[in-house]
């Protein structure tokens, strides 16, 4: 089992940058495929980045791409979503989440850990 926590969120102007963080206790940290959802008020959680922990490999949202990185450092036990270009629309709570699958996985409901989420707040 894999407890997760966000940091990192905030308010921030249209254009800057945050970088969120999510670290996870457990010896496996490594061996998890980890993603990044958001969730604004009003609208269902959608699926913004993920990194496989067998390939290292990265895929993204349309909404994400060009502007987010997500990231991990397992010595650390830490998943980065480092976020640039900030806009009003990317007003949400964002969640970490951990899969035992290796590949990349969009949905949310293959996700079997969630953290409690960082609220992202861009003003215009």
């Known amino acids: 089992q894999v407890q997760l926590v966000e940091s990192g969120g905030g308010l921030v102007q249209a254009g800057g940058s945050l970088r969120l963080s999510c670290a996870g206790s457990?010896?496996?940290?490594?061996?998890?495929?980890m993603g990044w959802f958001r969730q604004a008020p009003g609208k269902e959680r959608e699926f913004v980045a993920a990194?496989?922990?067998?390939?290292?490999?990265?895929y993204y949202a349309d909404s994400a791409k060009g502007r987010f990185t997500i990231s991990r450092d397992n010595a650390r036990n830490t998943v980065y979503l480092q976020m640039n270009s900030l806009k009003p629309e990317d007003t949400a709570v964002y969640y970490c989440a951990a899969t035992f699958r290796a590949t990349i996985v969009v949905v949310s409901s293959l996700y079997d850990y969630w953290g409690q989420g960082t609220q992202v707040t861009v003003s215009v």
């Open positions: 457990g010896r496996t940290f490594s061996r998890y495929t």
């Open positions: 990194i496989s922990w067998s390939t290292g490999g990265t």
